[in-house]
T-cell receptor, first 113, second 115 residues
Framework: DAGVIQSPRHEVTEMGQEVTLRCKPI?????LFWYRQTMMRGLELLIY????????DSGMPEDRFSAKMPNASFSTLKIQPSEPRDSAVYFC???????????FGSGTRLTVV | AQTVTQSQPEMSVQEAETVTLSCTYD???????LFWYKQPPSRQMILVIR??????QNATENRFSVNFQKAAKSFSLKISDSQLGDTAMYFC????????????FGGGTRLMVKP
């Protein structure tokens, strides 16, 4: 298995632009998580899906952020419009139901200038 | 809600020596797991070791072991015979088994192993 695949690995965009981050979880993993990592706030959970349904989005910082999981093999995190304070590394992780074993993707480093 | 605190932002250790990273957590739950993750410069999050709260015996994985003090809500990581490849950020994490198995992370400790 190729693991959790995130794209792009790096993204540089201008303030005000729309940004879409993508994630392909491991096949058979029912749960998918989006985390954001910054120096100031560490690793924060943004949203959690189970069987493609958003279960907890309390960590989504504001309405500019949205996440979707149209099917079991794909999820997106969208920021519109982007702001410099959104600059961070965004991780996607997946896990099978009932397991403690998270698998993280390699992350997307987002820079908003 | 759970909180995880790592009080040591940075640590260093000489190669082949032993180092202990601290972690405390706050929860009212009884059914939980604790983890240590390693994040090298490659950014990949790598599971180092896990501990089930119901187990009294401390977990060990080769050169890595934990000191789990449930009453004190403390979960430290000991790295023995430190190697240059151990240089990384280390994150302590809490998983509430009664709430979707979501991970809550501490702020991290940057460990530098010196030759």
């Amino acid at each position: 298995d190729a693991g959790v695949i995130q794209s792009p690995r790096h993204e540089v965009t201008e303030m005000g632009q729309e940004v879409t981050l993508r994630c392909k979880p491991i096949s058979g993993h029912n749960s998918l998580f989006w985390y954001r990592q910054t120096m100031m706030r560490g690793l924060e959970l943004l949203i959690y899906f189970n069987n493609n349904v958003p279960i907890d989005d309390s960590g989504m910082p504001e309405d500019r952020f949205s996440a979707k999981m149209p099917n079991a093999s794909f999820s997106t995190l969208k920021i519109q419009p982007s702001e410099p304070r959104d600059s961070a590394v965004y991780f996607c992780a997946s896990r099978p139901d009932g397991s403690y074993g998270y698998t993280f993707g390699s992350g997307t480093r987002l820079t908003v200038v | 809600a759970q909180t995880v605190t790592q009080s040591q932002p940075e640590m260093s250790v000489q190669e082949a020596e032993t180092v202990t990273l601290s972690c405390t957590y706050d929860t009212s739950e009884n059914n939980y797991y604790l983890f240590w993750y390693k994040q090298p410069p490659s950014r990949q999050m790598i599971l180092v070791i896990r501990q089930e709260a119901y187990k009294q015996q401390n977990a060990t994985e080769n050169r890595f072991s934990v000191n789990f003090q449930k009453a004190a809500k403390s979960f430290s990581l000991k790295i023995s015979d430190s190697q240059l490849g151990d240089t990384a950020m280390y994150f302590c994490a809490f998983m509430n088994r009664n709430a979707g198995n979501m991970l809550t992370f501490g702020g991290g400790t940057r460990l530098m192993v010196k030759p």
